[in-house]
């Protein structure tokens, strides 16, 4: 097993049933090819650096997991099918130091989505995409 | 040669903090690596160290991967504090 972490580029023009829907999608992908979640990571709604297939805005999701090595090429090739997103990008932890990082990010993630965040996050993520839809 | 050097005594500023990891989705951190058209500064004028150049430089190119930071900035789209838009 080697931890990597995976971030995710969700379409804007979803709503955000759509959005939580498809996060759930990639969420499946990794774990039906043996990959065990160790957390994960909504940043939300945000502006792209540069327009990615014509669109300025994004939702991103970072997903932290690991996975047998050879499973990852699965992975991303599930990924490329999926048109609900614009862009990935994985990340492999293997060195020491990269590890212990990991666990750090890890835990950071699992500090911010504890409690108080989980009942911030879905009433300000709502609105966004709402207004965004119109 | 003194009198033409525009930057200050170089020291790296990663080995001065003890950075030995940098994530590549907090972008106020790679600015100071970045010059005004998002270019990677080169380490002659930053002062970095070899090591935290290279770290610097693999995770500008996952950030430019996951549009966090831009690949080119024309004429018409410099601007001078892109990172409070962002958000």
Known sequence: ?134 | MSEKRKYKKRYCKYCEAKVDFIDYKDVANLRFSLSERYKIMPRRLTGNCKRHQDMISTVIKRARAAAFVPYVVTRKKVITAPFENLK
């Open chain 1, 1 to 134: 097993m080697r931890n990597y972490e995976n971030l995710v580029i969700v379409k804007p023009t979803f709503t955000a049933e759509e959005i939580q829907a498809s996060v759930k999608n990639v969420e499946e992908i990794i774990t039906s090819n043996g990959g065990k979640i160790a957390a994960s990571d909504a940043m939300g709604m945000r502006k792209l650096a540069y327009p990615i297939e014509k669109s300025e805005r994004g939702y991103y999701h970072v997903i932290y997991y690991s996975v047998e090595p050879s499973a990852i090429s699965e992975i991303e090739r599930r990924f490329r099918i999926n048109e609900d997103l614009l862009r990935f990008v994985t990340i492999k932890y293997s060195t020491n130091r990269e590890v212990a990082a990991w666990n750090g990010l890890v835990e950071k993630v699992k500090k911010t989505t504890a409690t108080p965040a989980k009942e911030e996050t879905p009433t300000e993520e709502a609105p966004k995409t709402e207004a965004e839809a119109e």
